[in-house]
């Protein structure tokens, strides 16, 4: 009955009862962004400037965006190298074709880096997937196939996340409500709803909502939800917030007290001139003159700093990209590099056990569309079927060539591990491996054939 009534629903456009009756996290991520967004962090909301008697001096309230560079770590480890899609199935060559140059049309490297900067920072974003055909394409010009494009969707992009799951825990329908600014600067209020077989997009004007409706050829929702109940700073915020406090305060101790004050005791008989590079204060027999300088452990807030700072990386697993910890890089061997950052690493594989799950439904869902935006491709639809595509993660961290091939060498005798032919492909400075065999060949025949 609640399914028939959210139908009902959607066919009488009560766009504020559909709302009702699906999930929106809106207030979670919000505070989320709250704390990734330095501009809002409460230190922000202190006055700039503060009346010490008659004066207004600066009170520096400085606001430090750890947060932003912790998931900066994170997604650099998971996503910064391009994931590679490997084809783990038999026969199945034109589908991953298609897969492949739908990957690459759509960008889908940088717009993994773009979701999981998202998912990471507010909690929740959706990637959503539509039909496309180049616009200069007809109906019969079979010669080029119909593709498809995608969609990050955050509330970072000024759009809200609406889903819908029935009672055995299915995804059954979602949404995004965003704004559309039209000719006369005036922003009319959208509500797309997506089901398994409607598509519905609202539009209201003047206080009414309309709506337009076409099926979804796709069958299925075109879009994986990434959501979590905790952003990625979350168990650290507290720590940030306290380092702000004492970055902040010993830039206001630096401007009250970082330069020497002269205390004169006695009779004053003659102030030095500011120009003078020699000053010498004349004062009456029995005056005093001495620098103040503040009577405060300085030390201690250093090492609160320190402490706080090495507590924030190592809850959050974040490597120390500071210039006194890189410096030792350069003379660094590669395994020690990797153990250096083997804690980052270590949370980038836990952070793939959810990751690759949703991955694999993303997959599901291209594979889907791209079978239904061709139908009478019938060979496209039986591979696709059959096709089986593993994602494979890389580290950022520089690859380590020399070590393992020292291995292969100790391990052979010396032997050659690696054909010439292979060599000549792998090289970086040529574009094409192959043609640049064939070249070599050529110019060297003689060579090449003994």
Known sequence: MEEKDFSQLLQGADVDKVKAQMTNNAERVIKA??????????????????????????????????QKKIVQSTVAFLVGKPIRLVQESEN??????????????????????NLMTKYYSETEAVIMFVPYRDSG???DDLTIPNTIRCKVVSKSDNEDIFYRFDEYGTLNAWARGYLVKTGGNKNVEHFDVETKTVIYKFKKIDGKWEVETKPNIA????????TQDYWDSYDVDPLIERREV?????AKNNDATGNPILKLTGKVENLPEVAKSVKVVQMEVGGEAEYLYPQMSVDLIKEEREDLKELINYFTDTPDFSMDSMKTIGTTSGKAIELMFFPAILKSIRNRITIEELFDRMMEVIKNLLVKVNPNDTVLKTEMASLKIKFEFTSPLPENE??????LNAATGGKATLSQEEAAGMNPLTKDGKSNWEKLKAENISTFDE
């Open 33 to 66: 962004l709250s704390f990734y967004n330095a501009n809002e962090h409460t230190i922000s909301k202190e006055p700039k400037t503060k009346k010490v008697g008659t004066e207004d001096v600066n009170n520096w309230p400085l606001s430090l965006p750890i």
């Open 92 to 113: 199945t060559e034109k589908a991953f074709q298609f897969v492949s140059d739908a990957w690459k049309e759509m960008r889908m490297n940088s717009k993994l880096l």
């Open 137 to 139: 394409a007809t109906n």
């Open 219 to 226: 069958g299925k929702l075109s879009m994986v939800l990434f």
């Open 246 to 250: 004492l970055t902040s305060g010993k």
């Open 402 to 407: 020399a070590d393992l091939i020292d291995m």
